[in-house]
């Protein structure tokens, strides 16, 4: 709900748990009065009162001093604000001091629709207020989205400019949260490849705490996410305030405390390499950022964000429906197959009861291993004499669909497209590029570029009964620059280079909406809100060792839906850690997503392959929980042996529990592990026990 109250100028806006209210002070100023548990409209003259009209009194008095007391809504550069800006605009005379005043507001149902950029697709209300730059002419559109029915808030910001002159943008973040400092931890997921989203909580101290991507996607590293936690929140209590982005480019989340009291949290496009030139008229948008407020802990905060992603980002016509549960030969044979190889998978994955077959890298061009062949997407007959078509009728005699690999964003210099078309990577001239992975990534800024691969990917999905794609990223951008961008715009290379790869997933998405598209990168290095609004699941990470995925998984749930995550399992030893699981655990783990496997069936025991069946039965019962349940994380693996989560069904009639006993110990002492979730009153049974007890049991005293 949003709300004007025009006495005070005052704007009210609620969800589920949480107000956020502002107000437009004597002198022109948005201030932020309250984000948090719910308030009653009536406190309003009360906040403005002790809040802002004291700031706004000293800033009146002393003219500039202050604004740095202030909890803005958009920080400002040049003016007395001594914290870092959120939108910087360098006009022809070189100044870039601005100024942001009050003009206009206005009140819609329904979210933004972000012609270009994923964002929260339905429902909400949204406000979006105008401030103009008293030092230039520009505006800009504060957007606020809120559901009554959740916890999550959506914000974006829109500069226009409303002058004669060209200006440039030289940052533009998608929102700035100004909380009065209650001595916050801010909560990160760092990573690396196979390490991905470990948490990490630390203070944040005076001064800025910078979390960053500059590799023109989301990256590893560090996740496009921050929380601020007050000092006693943990799992199941305390407050806190998470954001993160409907974006997968280049970010950067900055949290700064400074000596006047106020912590600011704000982000968006990484502002290092960023500048864009906006002539008279034009307007840029700034990717969605969703702020949530969670009153009870990191697990509230999980299952808010989690109930958004699937009801708002997720494509709906995919976001609570079976996922495909897929067996892929990338483990089983990299790049060494032919027909007989993938057959042999093929008529043993049959019996295993999964539904689909995923043709992993390596069926194209010349392609024998990772130095040569992408961007030549044509069917490699050497290996696969008979051509795709083979494949699938092979897959459709064995009552399976089948999957295909792409990886469309990148060339080989090895490769006939490269030899064709050489500055279709991104390159600058004299200056040797880095090749990752033995590849260059080819300019997604350009339309010639992306027409190309968009016609041959159709060309392949049209010609051949495919049913799921894997859309693979196996390296980040280097050599920043497009000869396509005249100098002055190059520093908008990063930025539409990401929208080139919304563009392509936009066109192919509409063009095939039958099939179903998961996302990929190196594993989970593109893992974000942006790229689940086209592709429903990603490929968490290429570490499938059933002790270390727990950890991953653990992560990500912290901001992710499980049917986000795509889950595999794989043979042991484990072919990135070398460490061997029981399969039965690695399937209890794979299970707490969309589940599959991830290597070659004939070399299972006839006793694997039986429980390999039963997993997947076993999953088919429970994977309404999966997509549509609650998460409860309930031991961590990061502080304790024991790894354990459960979901819940909405109407609180069923649940599922998955725990992993991370360490041997020996004569272990019993431990009994209190469930979560539960409807107290109502009396559970225990199926793989058969035994019965009652909610309140249940989470007071637990199994052992
Ligand atoms: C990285 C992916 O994460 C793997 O699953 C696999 O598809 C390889 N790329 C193929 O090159």
């Excluded at 939108?87 to 070189?94: A, E, F, M, T």
């Excluded at 783990?589 to 429980?611: C, F, R």
Aim: hydrophobic content about 35%; overall charge negative.
């Amino acid at each position: 709900m949003i709300e004007y109250i025009q006495s005070e100028r005052a704007f009210y806006l609620s969800g589920q748990n949480y107000s956020y209210v502002m107000y437009v002070d004597a002198l022109g100023n948005l201030q932020n009065l309250h984000y948090g548990a719910k308030i009653e409209k009536a406190d309003i003259p009360y906040l403005i009162e002790e809040i802002g009209e004291p700031v706004t009194r000293e800033l009146h008095d002393l003219n500039f001093f202050s604004r740095e007391r202030m909890r803005c809504e958009c920080g400002a550069y040049g003016r007395g604000d001594y914290r870092e800006s959120t939108v910087i605009l360098k006009r022809s005379d070189g100044g870039a001091i601005s100024e942001f005043r009050y003009v206009r507001h206005i009140l819609q149902d329904g979210a933004p629709n972000i012609k270009g950029l994923p964002h929260a697709r339905s429902g909400g209300q949204t406000l979006a207020v105008t401030l103009c730059d008293a030092c230039s002419d520009t505006e800009l559109d504060l957007h606020y989205t809120v559901w009554d029915d959740s916890d999550v808030l959506a914000r974006n910001i829109v500069v226009r400019n409303t002058g004669k002159e060209t200006l440039t943008v030289k940052k533009a973040f998608s929102f700035c949260l100004d909380l009065p400092n209650r001595n916050y931890k801010i909560l990160q997921l760092h990573g690396a490849w196979t390490r991905e989203r470990t948490p990490e909580i630390t203070d944040i101290g005076h001064g800025v705490v910078r979390l960053q991507s500059m590799r023109g996607a989301s990256g590893f590293e560090v996740h496009p996410f921050a929380a601020l936690l007050e000092r006693d929140c943990t799992e199941t209590q305390g407050a806190c305030y998470g954001a993160q982005f409907v974006y997968s480019g280049s970010f950067a989340l900055t949290a700064e405390t400074n000596s006047y009291g106020n912590t600011r949290l704000q982000g968006g496009i990484n502002d290092t390499q960023f500048s864009w030139e906006l002539c008279a008229g034009e307007s840029f948008t700034a990717p969605q950022a969703l702020l949530c407020y969670s009153p009870q802990g990191l697990g509230a905060l999980s299952r808010a964000y989690a109930d958004f992603i699937r009801e708002h980002i997720v494509n709906p016509a995919y976001a609570y429906k079976h996922r495909p549960i897929v067996i892929n030969n990338w483990e089983a044979t990299y790049f060494d197959f032919d027909n007989e190889k993938l057959f042999a998978i093929i008529d043993e994955a049959a019996h295993l009861d999964v539904d689909t077959f995923v043709l992993d890298d390596g069926w194209f061009g010349k392609r024998n291993d990772a130095s040569s062949g992408l961007g030549d997407w044509f069917v490699n007959e050497q290996k696969l004499s008979g051509g795709l078509k083979a494949v699938v009728e092979r897959c459709k005699q064995n009552g399976l669909r089948f999957g295909l690999w792409f990886e469309p964003e990148m060339v080989s210099p090895d490769s006939d497209l490269y030899r064709a078309h050489p500055d279709w990577a991104i390159h600058k001239k004299g200056i040797e590029p880095i090749v990752g992975r033995k590849q260059l990534v080819l300019d997604f800024t350009r339309k010639d570029v992306m027409d190309y691969i968009f016609e041959i990917m159709r060309k392949i999905l049209s010609e051949n009964d495919i049913s799921y794609v894997k859309w693979d990223m196996n390296r980040f951008i280097t050599e920043c620059t497009s000869e396509s961008l005249p100098p002055h715009r190059q520093g908008e290379f990063v930025h539409r280079y990401i929208l080139g790869v919304y563009d392509l997933a936009e066109r192919l998405t509409n063009e095939f909406p039958q099939i179903f598209f998961e996302g990929c990168a190196s594993g989970g290095g593109r893992f974000d809100a942006g790229m689940l609004y086209y592709f429903p699941q990603l490929w968490t990470s290429d570490n499938t060792d059933g002790y270390e995925r727990a950890r991953i998984q653990w992560g990500t749930s912290l901001i992710y839906p499980l049917s986000a995550m795509s889950c595999h399992v794989s043979a042991c030893p484990n072919h990135q850690t070398g460490r061997t699981t029981p399969l039965r655990t690695r399937g209890a783990i794979a299970s707490l997503g969309a589940t599959g496997y991830e290597l070659n069936p004939a070399l299972l025991s006839a006793e694997e392959k039986d429980l390999c069946r039963s997993q997947i039965a076993e999953y088919k019962n429970i994977e309404d929980l999966i997509l549509c349940g609650d998460l409860y994380r309930l031991s961590s693996p990061f502080e304790s042996d024991y790894f354990c989560e459960m979901v819940v069904s909405k109407d609180k009639n069923r649940a599922y529990v998955v725990g992993e006993q991370l360490r041997a110990l020996p004569n272990s002492p019993v431990e009994y592990l209190r469930l979560h979730g539960l409807d107290e009153s109502k009396t559970y049974r225990i199926a793989e026990y058969n035994k019965t007890a009652s909610g309140k049991t249940l989470v007071s005293i637990g199994v052992a």
